[in-house]
């Protein structure tokens, strides 16, 4: 890794905006990663570089001119593949898409561009973001930075990959089920996902139709919690501070080290209490808390919420029929989707029948208000978001069912989340938790994660790719 792509978001524009550096030659710097590492790691599926070349001299040109500079001037960034950055291929991983250019920007997208930054290609994911690993028909399997064996998650892992690897310092990707914050865990990175629909998702396939809207969210990704701070104000036209770790202080934080049907490893376990160590200097109060039922069983409550409008949403989306002609045509070898994604259309399905057994709406709020009960609106929650590290590949067969209440309560109750590493485990893969806030409490969680960064990892430690990957 150059050192221009080992900095962080934060000061590629500080030393953009000074001159100290031309966005030309941080442009070039991580197309030059990207180009290194992509033939390994398989993130980025649609290169955009020539435009961020032309983008890139026109920004240098603004400076010399002396322009007023936005609040991310410069800066290269990547984007999932289910969101529109017009001009691009817009698939979302899915051979019925493969024809498809996007004709304008995501709005998320459009907002980053305005503010100075500059898209280098899109990143891969599963089809129609509907599994935790990300591969697909059209595009393949992206691998994880730290170890080719192992899995990024899903379903924005080509993201979380690639700002892993160094060849995007930030990037967008949503998450409707864990699929930022599991990714980031995985490859050692923070990512954001922000209180269900508060960024625009225009642009975003598939787009969340009926109750799937109150359980998504767009969010940003980087290697430092300050990163994705910025980026969160700048969707959110605020302006941008540095989180102030200083609002912590006398707040209550909870925490558990389960949180699914799996119990958790050592590793992970000993993520979670540096965590809440680091906070309790910060000056929180710190409570153990057993895993509620409503946290452990989640993914059921989080299918009973899902009403009908939101299966025909996921059917359509997935433009192959019913799930069951799908399967049918993988038994005859002519597939459309992977497996990987066709095994969560059909759980999907069963939410037709959660829906009359358990009162969704009802789960949700009592969730919520559970929340509140344990840490009040200034508050959080830390725990594990994965009872692992980075399985290996074809992990989601076997184990997805029983770790997906580690991410799913979070969407169910329409939370904000902040993914943070930790360290890394015996194997040399990353370690990390999530911090979960009250709704509308992104500065919340993004004080608390500053806090944690700036105890175990105040120099982000990535993977030592030396020119390979492996």
């Not at 409008?309 to 002609?325: E, L, Y």
């Not at 919520?368 to 989601?396: D, M, R, S």
């Amino acid at each position: 890794m150059s050192e221009i792509t080992g900095l962080s978001a934060v000061e590629i524009v500080r030393k953009a905006s000074s001159g100290e550096l031309s966005i030309v030659d941080i442009v070039e710097a991580h197309i030059a990663r990207i180009e290194q590492v992509n033939p390994q790691i398989n993130a980025v599926v649609t290169p955009t570089f020539e435009q961020a070349r032309r983008e890139a001299q026109a920004a240098d040109q603004q400076r010399v001119q002396g322009s007023p500079l936005p609040p991310l001037y410069g800066l290269p960034i990547t984007i999932k593949d289910s969101l529109d950055v017009a001009g691009a291929a817009a698939t979302c991983g899915m051979l019925a898409r493969k024809d498809r250019i996007a004709e304008k920007d995501a709005a998320v997208v459009e907002c980053l561009r305005r503010a100075g930054a500059i898209v280098l290609g899109k990143t891969n994911t599963p089809e129609v973001c509907w599994a935790q690993e990300t591969t697909n028909l059209l595009y393949g399997r992206t691998n994880n930075p730290w170890n080719l064996a192992h899995s990024v998650g899903g379903s924005t892992g080509g993201e979380a990959a690639i700002i892993a690897a160094g060849g995007s310092p930030l990037g967008m990707g949503s998450d409707i089920s864990g699929s930022i914050r599991m990714p980031a865990a995985f490859t050692g990175i923070v990512g954001l996902r922000p209180t269900s629909a508060t960024l625009d998702e225009t642009g975003h396939y598939p787009y969340a139709t009926g109750r799937l809207a109150d359980l998504e969210a767009v969010g940003p990704m980087a290697r430092r919690v300050e990163d994705v701070a910025l980026a969160f104000a700048v969707l959110t036209n605020r302006p941008y501070r540095e989180p102030d770790t200083a609002i912590l202080s006398g707040q209550k934080v909870a925490y558990w080290f389960g949180g699914g049907l799996m119990s958790p490893q050592a590793e992970i376990r000993a993520a979670v209490s540096a965590a809440v160590g680091a906070l309790e200097k910060a000056g929180m109060q710190t409570i153990e808390k057993s895993v509620s039922k409503r946290v452990r069983f989640s993914a059921v409550g989080w299918l009973a919420y899902v009403d009908a409008p939101g299966r025909k949403a996921i059917d359509d989306a997935f433009m192959a029929g019913s799930v069951w002609q799908e399967m049918r045509n993988q038994r005859q070898g002519k597939q459309k989707i992977s497996a990987e994604s066709t095994q969560y259309w059909m759980s999907s399905t069963l939410s037709a029948i959660f829906e009359k057994l358990f009162d969704g709406a009802r789960w949700r709020e009592r969730l919520y208000a559970n929340f509140l009960e344990w840490v009040g609106e200034k508050g959080v929650v830390v725990c594990p978001i994965h009872p692992t590290t980075a399985p290996k590949h074809g992990w989601q067969k076997s184990l997805s069912f029983l770790t997906i209440d580690y991410q799913q309560w979070v969407n169910l109750a329409g939370l904000p989340g902040l993914t943070v590493p930790i360290g890394v485990d015996a194997n040399g893969l990353p370690t990390a938790v999530q911090i979960v806030g009250a709704r509308g409490r992104e500065d919340v969680i993004l004080a608390a994660g500053m806090a944690i960064q700036q105890a175990v990892m105040p120099t982000w430690r990535g993977p030592d790719l030396n020119g390979t990957v492996g």
